[in-house]
């Protein structure tokens, strides 16, 4: 005899109807009934809710209004970008057009909660940031998401390929965000996805390919639903698609992407159409232009030459570009913000009872080998750690905590030992 299909004791769901029914010691409950339970909860208590209150409350997601027991405000564009500066050096541009878009977009979902019908829909506007390795594109995000305190995820466009074929399907990246907001679509749906590398996505030459480019122009055309605005079936436990899987459905529209790239050689493109409209100009006049900051020049046109396809090129409409770091800032990068690089390693050795200085012309030291090398702020950690790497092996072991001072001759000592290793 078949057994008995149970159901929940709430609602008389089946378990079959359901993505989950907990048993208990003489009923059930399905998942349903328990997220109504936890509001119903958190409602009697005065608002009290943990962190991730499900109706997307302040307490987890910016936006909500005072109506809802919520105490979180929506940073005004200002406040986003001093809180910035604060982690990123520079890139005040990018900074200020990421600010604004950011308040735009979660001023819409607020304005979406006490829309009249017949009123003007806003319509989203994800963003695309161009910049060389290691200028700050994915920390803006990061940081970004810290202060609005909603969902954010960080997903790479290289791992995905046309639905169908080995690699990860384009819901993946709708999969990785559910699963920080603790698989409910409320909050998911409030959250921002950093969509990194998309320069890698970009179409192998400009023409239309006879055959299958899986991981390329195949991507791109997946990605187009998800960027505008689709209702999503997502796998709970991200993975690949199968007949008799239970999905959850996730709406994309409210759903904020910045994807960025460091599209490396965007800018011969760029100086080609510049260099174009300049014809019949004097030699100065051409290499003025070639001096000015080319990524700065970046407009639709130039991306699609790169590869990008014209559909998703119209779904990025925020275009900003972030300028390449001189030495100046590699410097600034290493000392000023909240978690600069340099308290980072006085942290770690003031754990170990050692008080550690750089000195001024140590600093200058490190910031010119990142420059000369083209390693951006993502190397300056590489270079200190070769410096200090003797010494933070020797001293947890001292008998005698000193305070220890690098000097630009022991950082260029340490650097070309290092240097010479490597290359020996």
């Not at 997946?222 to 709406?251: F, S």
């Amino acid at each position: 005899m078949k057994a008995k299909d149970p159901i929940c004791s709430f609602c008389g769901r089946r378990k079959s109807e359901s993505l989950m029914l907990i048993s208990g010691l003489d009923g059930h409950i399905c998942d349903q009934c328990a997220d109504q339970a936890q509001k119903i909860v958190e409602k009697e208590l005065g608002g009290s809710a943990n962190a991730n209150n499900i109706d997307g409350a302040p307490t987890r997601s910016v936006g909500g209004s005072s109506q809802e027991g919520g105490n979180k405000r929506l940073p005004k564009p200002a406040e986003l970008k001093a809180f910035l500066d604060q982690y990123v050096i520079g890139q005040d541009q990018a900074k200020k057009t990421l600010s604004v878009s950011v308040y735009n977009h979660y001023k819409r979902l607020n304005s979406k909660k006490n829309a009249i019908p017949g009123d003007v829909e806003i319509e989203k506007s994800n963003i695309l940031m161009i910049g060389e390795t290691g200028t700050g594109k994915t920390l803006m995000a990061k940081t970004l998401a810290k202060i609005l305190d909603v969902p954010f995820c960080i997903a790479d466009a290289t791992v995905l390929t046309e639905a169908g074929y080995v690699g990860e399907d384009v819901e993946s990246i709708i999969s990785r965000l559910l699963q920080v907001a603790n698989y409910k679509p409320e909050l998911a749906e409030r959250g921002i996805i950093y969509l990194d590398e998309m320069d890698k996505i970009a179409r192998k030459g400009d023409n239309a390919s006879i055959t299958r480019d899986v991981s390329g122009e195949g991507v791109q055309q997946g990605l187009l639903k998800i960027l505008e605005g689709t209702l999503a079936h997502v796998a709970p436990e991200g993975g690949r698609k199968h007949p008799d899987q239970k999905y959850i459905k996730v709406d994309t529209t409210n759903i904020l992407f910045i994807c960025g790239g460091a599209f490396d050689g965007i800018e011969k493109i760029i100086s080609r159409r510049v260099q174009k409209q300049a014809v019949g100009f004097k030699s100065s006049h051409n290499k003025e232009i070639q001096d000015k900051k080319l990524l700065s020049l970046v407009a639709p046109s130039d991306l699609r030459s790169f590869g990008l396809i014209p559909e998703l090129i119209g779904r990025l409409p925020i275009l900003t570009a972030l300028e390449p770091l001189d030495k100046d800032t590699l410097k600034l990068i290493l000392t000023d913000p909240k978690n600069a690089l340099i308290k980072q390693y006085q942290h770690l050795f003031a754990l170990d009872k050692i008080n550690l200085e750089f000195d001024a012309a140590a600093i200058d030291y490190i910031a010119e080998i990142a420059f000369e090398n083209k390693l951006g702020a993502r190397g300056l950690r590489g270079i200190c750690e070769s410096i200090l790497q003797d010494f933070m092996y020797e001293g947890p072991s001292a008998k005698s905590k000193n305070a220890l001072t690098i000097t630009r001759a022991i950082a260029e000592e340490k650097w070309n030992r290092a240097d010479s290793q490597k290359y020996a």
